[in-house]
């Protein structure tokens, strides 16, 4: 299916949200009582209705995708849980303006885990643009990518030979594959190399990197997870993971472990770094958070994803996509240009970051009372409000996408293309560019890459697929229960 941007029962959300004849409303919702009122909606959202739920459940009752609420997690973590919530499309641009918002310490929202995971050191992400550090860290990470950038599709591709070889052997001898696995050993190993010029094996780290990694990571974010686990009772849950965070002197070897591999394996890049007048362990502080949290994180959550959607959408989709891949590589082979061509394959690589962003959460503390606006009405933003966006629900906005919650793989193709700027998972519209003066992901056109490389990876190497998927803490498992290989 097509998706037709002419749609005269959709507004035009460029419009609706410069529109000063919207009408002025209050911001609907409250915080409840001081202590009981965060207490309540953390059980509602983690133990009842559920995450999704949680939300729709309120615009419903308050016939509004701006309200108030508390988010997770609450007491005695958070010192406030009180948010205002914006889930459409309009309204959620507002946490990309650093005019209107500060960034600072709001990575995960209404707490911040201690440096100690870190170094001493408050790492970019937890930094504000308008803070001098952020310029200098956030331009070093792009500058590296940058000179990186031609080591993306060699490297890459040697991964995913890899994992192939793996999910093959596995296929054959055990009749599935557990694909989350191999992609977290091949995402890290990628990362190293691209950044230290060595694979992860030859370091003090071994073979162990993801699961140090995703140790370190969930210490982090625990607060704002559910295991999901039936033999754990709910309230036991909620006293471990969302009342006092956990000690970070738990994960402390692993991390010195973590960095220490990096140190080592990344001079000249941290040689770069203290050019630019960092220091040296800041800088790798800063890498390590880079590399584990932001990419070796990210990967581990988004490509199960793209390999899920894709799979359900069937065989047609596989063969429309071997066909217009191996096509396009027939002559040259696996090249920039080619992935480019691919507008099929592209379409499907955003329309898996629309409809399953791999970061959910956006916040943004207002620096000064202003007015934002949904699609149909205005309201007042007073100095000092956490905004918070829910990017599922705001990158489904039925007022910008027909049909928002099915999986349409040509949704961005032709004049669908103009529906890119809608894509928002990179903490920014995709249409925008990071730079050092703003908190779009610094890794935005790799990530895209990357995702379109995977797909043109598979369809080479098979016609078609079926999995088995389920529902973890953070994204989704995929098992593969069988692979047809390429016949042509």
């Not at 249409?431 to 908190?439: F, L, V």
Request: hydrophobic residues 40%.
């Amino acid at each position: 299916m097509h998706i037709n941007i002419t749609n005269p029962n959709r507004s035009s959300p460029t419009m609706s949200a410069t529109n000063s004849e919207l009408p002025t409303k209050q911001i609907p919702g409250d915080y409840g009582r001081r202590f009981f009122g965060p207490m309540k909606d953390r059980m509602e959202y983690f133990y009842g209705s559920g995450e999704l739920e949680f939300f729709k459940t309120r615009m419903q009752k308050y016939q509004s995708t701006v309200f108030r609420c508390n988010m997770p997690p609450g007491p005695f973590i958070s010192r406030s849980s009180a948010v205002v919530c914006l889930l459409d499309a309009v309204s959620f641009r507002t946490l990309f303006d650093n005019s209107k918002v500060e960034k600072r310490n709001l990575l995960d929202g209404t707490y911040m885990p201690t440096t100690a995971y870190t170094g001493g050191y408050r790492t970019c992400a937890f930094l504000d643009p308008s803070e001098p550090s952020h310029g200098v860290l956030k331009s070093f990470f792009l500058s590296l990518l940058s000179k990186k950038k031609d080591k993306f599709i060699p490297i890459f591709r040697q991964a995913m030979a890899d994992l192939f070889s793996s999910l093959d052997e596995e296929i054959a001898s055990k009749g599935s594959s557990y694909f989350n696995d191999l992609n977290d050993t091949m995402s890290f190993q990628f990362v190293f190399r691209l950044l230290c010029d060595k694979n992860p094996s030859e370091t003090g780290i071994g073979p162990n990197g993801p699961k140090i990694v995703d140790l370190w990571i969930f210490f982090q974010l625990a607060p704002l997870l559910s295991l999901g686990l039936k033999f754990l009772p709910n309230f036991l849950e909620d006293l471990l993971l969302h009342t006092v965070p956990l000690p970070s002197f738990l994960v402390k070897s692993k991390y010195k472990k973590l960095y220490d591999a990096v140190y080592e394996s990344a001079a000249p890049i941290l040689d770069e770094a203290e050019k630019l007048g960092l220091q040296r362990d800041e800088a790798c502080h800063n890498l390590v958070f880079f590399a584990g949290f932001n990419a070796y994180g990210g990967m581990k959550a988004l490509f199960p994803s793209l390999i899920k959607w894709i799979a359900a959408a069937g065989g047609d989709l596989h063969r429309r996509l071997a066909g217009e891949i191996r096509s396009a590589v027939k002559e040259n082979g696996v090249t920039l240009a080619a992935v480019n061509a691919m507008a099929l394959t592209k379409s499907v690589v955003y329309e898996a970051l629309r409809i399953e962003p791999p970061v959910s959460y956006q916040y943004g503390k207002a620096k000064h009372d202003f007015e934002i606006h949904n699609h149909d009405s205005t309201f007042s933003i007073k100095r000092g409000e956490m905004l918070f966006g829910f990017q599922p629900i705001a990158t489904k906005d039925p007022k910008v996408f027909e049909n928002p919650d099915e999986f349409v793989p040509e949704r961005f193709v032709g004049e669908g293309e103009k529906l890119i700027e809608y894509v928002y998972w990179s903490n920014g519209r995709e249409t925008d560019e990071p730079t050092a003066a703003n908190k779009q992901c610094a890794g935005k056109d790799m990530v895209v890459l990357l995702c379109r490389l995977m797909v043109v990876e598979f369809f080479l190497r098979y016609d078609t697929f079926k999995v088995e998927t389920g529902k973890l803490p953070v994204g989704s498992s995929v098992t593969f229960k069988s692979l047809t290989k390429a016949t042509s």
